[in-house]
């Protein structure tokens, strides 16, 4: 994941933070209905800044740093 775009999310206009957050998720690492959610998580933020947190627990929970037992994770994973 580009970290500086990562850093960058919520200093976007909502519209285009969200497009490059959608571009941040590697289909070759994520299976399709997790990305097919994010996605519509994405869209469906009410600011940049709620797009960054999304993004946010994405890297994290990609570094093995997720929730234990979230209920998000134990329906798309």
């Known amino acids: 994941m580009d970290m500086k775009a990562l850093h960058s999310l919520d200093k976007l206009p909502l519209n285009e933070s969200r497009e490059v957050a959608v571009t941040l998720i590697d289909p070759k690492k994520t299976k399709n209905v997790v990305r097919n959610r994010l996605e519509y998580d994405i869209s469906k933020a009410p600011s940049p800044a709620e797009v960054s ?10 570094n093995g740093l997720s929730t234990v037992g979230s209920k998000w994770k134990k329906t798309y994973y």
Not at 53 to 62: F, H
């Open 53 to 62: 947190r999304i993004m946010w627990q994405v890297y994290l929970s990609g």
